[in-house]
């Protein structure tokens, strides 16, 4: 192989076609774009940062700074020939009326209990999917769990109406089975909403968990098993702290979803299961200048999922050093 | 090249990573056609070198010369150099002959010279038939093979090659190692090839050098290395070695002569090299030693017992305590064959001064 | 782990699969009740509540708007989250967290007070309620995912690929064109199909930020506020179908990717 091969295969005068990536590297307008683009590195990160930076701050940031501005106003939207003034009413508001911060606190209960039940229903399932089931049935049985989770809110929400209503699937089992005469009411209480919370946020619950599990290796458990320590022990030494991170982004992830439900708790909850969101979006549906108040109910509750959601994070993170110790 | 000029010049390069200096103001020549290796243990400097030259690095200090044309600032893709990386970098979505073709391609030539060079590219690293074959389908040693035409398709001034043998198992490694150094010799290209492993470093290379901390530590042949260690760390980092702690009692022409717990030594040093008087280590490779019931006719020559030996197949191991040298230890290299007649008894280990290198430290 | 325990777990898996499925399995076998009411027992069967969905123009029409905005609103998560990516991953400069922080935050935000700020933004800016103003909100509530998934995948590009391809001669677009881009490929198509479901379901946004014309979910909610119909049941249950095998279809496709491009 003659070391100057290259330039002696390309007689000069037989025409020989460039192949795409040859002619556009050497295409004029492509390389006065590369030189611009690429002329030093500190330009080349500015146009590359410009655009991004540019749109999570006038389109992720934008909407929360403005619902703040708005909460904040005297009047929005702002009728002709009238003045706006800056004003701290509208929170004020909030705290006048039992109405208004009733719901409140019980969407944050809901959430708080919801979340719960959501962790201690799904951590046996990705516990036996993490540790009880070869690599290969893994992926396909979590598969199946994340199916249904593929479909909307609404047409899960409806599918729980029907599993729970006084002629649901559930009384129609338990009246054949003879435990009851009459059908329960389960529908528009806090506990057809709870059902239909639980399902629609498992999933977010069950993948965090599934993968803190997995990522653990058995050799821990068998070395406490090897020292001497039982089940219940090897679980609450071993397995819960060293999945505790998966457990508190599952718990964050679950609680803050759970706050934001609008349509569930309107077809599976009743006029005692009023929840905030609710609250916040009367503002919106009504006419007149409503919409500053519900910007600041709105932010009083991001405010506070916000708080709670940094508060649990510290004390995941409190019980994991004290773990590691 | 028709001139005497090296064909990459590297002047003076210094360069550094936060607080830690990688290369301490490196000169070195390299000449068309040679087959230089830098060897050194992790963080010597050797990849930092070996990446300047590519054009990932800029050096703090110093340039680049090459083919006579300062290349120090230029990007990877505007220099004639091309690389075999450690993993190989295949691209994975593209076949073997697109992956070849890469190069070509971006180098501007017409399609019926791309596809010439890749057959004969091809045909040259017995690659032929497995031009439509994905990376992820071919074994190590073809993918390695494939790199190398990779870097090699666009007939690059110098082939820089980083540690490509570490991913072979140990079998293979040998017989790539015949494979390259043919390759080398019949595509006369330069080769800069940066190793750990002094194994592959003496097989292939024409020059090798030695680097430790940033610096160089010995610039010679495989030979010249491996004999004539300039340093304790050489003589360490390459083969075996037992290390006297001597003290130099003076010179006679090029021997230098040397006491040693009591046993006066005889050693060789390049001419023109004088040594103070004062402490030395000496150093003496395995299997440089010679044994025998009788006093060898060696320069040097020392009784001691064999107080413990290895079996390794073809050859023994021997760890042998001198006799009236302060219970000092020398190991040795013999063939089973000696080896076995030695016995328990006094036996005399002698060696030639010039199988003795003194260290400069 | 004993034997008796290991039933139980297993037990409580198929427990939970039950209740995953159980009310999705009963709801579409509701649509093939042949009477008004929802409830059981079912009597008689029939199937003119899903030969109904398709000749119902409402239906009809809320599908194809459903499935118009989700594309859009894909295609501008994709391209805002490759990019936000590939400028956060492996890149260390003043204020990176700040950014990949803003850049994840329209994921977390719970839906009521995302879709009330989207509503207050848009008025803002003069958008009318209606399908752009819903696609920019489904867009901007999927970037986030998108940016996961492709700094997840990017993070996996080994850095001596995109060295290679610069050794051989390609400038730093080309090496963008033919070496990262191609790598990203499943991580791209895989979070596409992520934001295309996410759309296609989203109720709270399209809620707030639609106009006259309701996109599926809103249909259905409307229709529920209403009364409940073997109607509503047969409308849902295409609506599952679809998001379900384009779900399933995704899943495999992705993962034989992932198998495929493997380095």
Redesign the interface.
Known sequence: MPSDAVQTRTAPGTPDTLPFWGRMTRWSPYRAVVNVIYGSPRRQFLILAIFPVLWVLTQHLGPMVQMLRVSLTSAYPVAPDTETYLTLEHYIKFFGDSIFWQPFFRTLAFAFVFTFCTLVLTYPVAYFLARHVSRKNQMLMLLLLLIPFWVGEIVRTYAIMILLGNTGALNLVLKTLGLIDRPIPFMYTSFSMGVGIVYLTALYMLLPLYSALEKLPTSYNEAAADLGAGPWTRFRRITLPLTLEGIGSGCTLVFLISTGFYATPILLGGPSTTVFAQTIAGFFHTAGDQWPTGAAFASIMFAAALLLTVLFQRIIKAMRKGDTK | MTDTSPLVRIDGITKSFGSTVALHDLDLDIAQGEFVTFLGPSGCGKSTTLRILGGFETPDKGRVILDGQDVTRLPPDRRNVNMVFQDYALFPHMTVAQNIAFGLELKGLGKAAIKARLDEIMTFLELDGYGDRYPGQLSGGQRQRVALARALAPDPALLLLDEPLGALDAKLRGQVQKELKSIQRRTHKTFFFVTHDQEEALTMSDRIVVMNKGRVEQDGTPEELYFHPASRFVAEFIGETNLLNATVRGMEGNDVIMDWHGQTLRGHVAPGRKLPQGPATASIRLERLGFGKVRPETENAVQGRVIGSTFLGSRMALDVRVENAGDAILKAYVDTATGSTLGDGPVWIGWDADSMAVLND | ??RG??IF??C??WA??L??????A??IL?GFKDSK?????IRSWTLDWYTGVFDDGAVVSAFGYSIAIAVLSTLVSIL?GT??A???EG?K?VGRPV?FG??V??A??????????????A??LGIEPGMGAIVWAHA?HN?PFVVLVVMARLSTL?K??L????????????VFL??TL??LVPAILGASIFCL?LS?????RS??LGGYEPTL?VL??AK??SG?SPE??AI?TV??IV??A???WA?RFT?RMNK????
């Open positions: 782990m004993t325990s290991r777990m297993s409580i898996y939970f699969v209740y995953v499925f159980v009310p999705l009963l709801m509701m009411f929802i409830g059981f027992p805002v990019w936000i590939v400028l956060l890149r400069f950014v803003l850049a935050m329209p977390l935000v719970p839906g009521i007070i995302s879709a009330i700020a989207f509503r207050i933004y008025r803002g901007v970037v080994p001596s690929q060295e290679a391809a610069r050794d051989l001669g390609a400038d730093p677009m080309v033919r070496i191609p790598y479901l296609f379901d989203d109720f709270v809620f707030f979910p259905i909610f529920l506020r409940m509503i049941n849902a609506a599952l998001t379900a384009i779900g399933i899943e993962r495929d491009s493997k380095p």
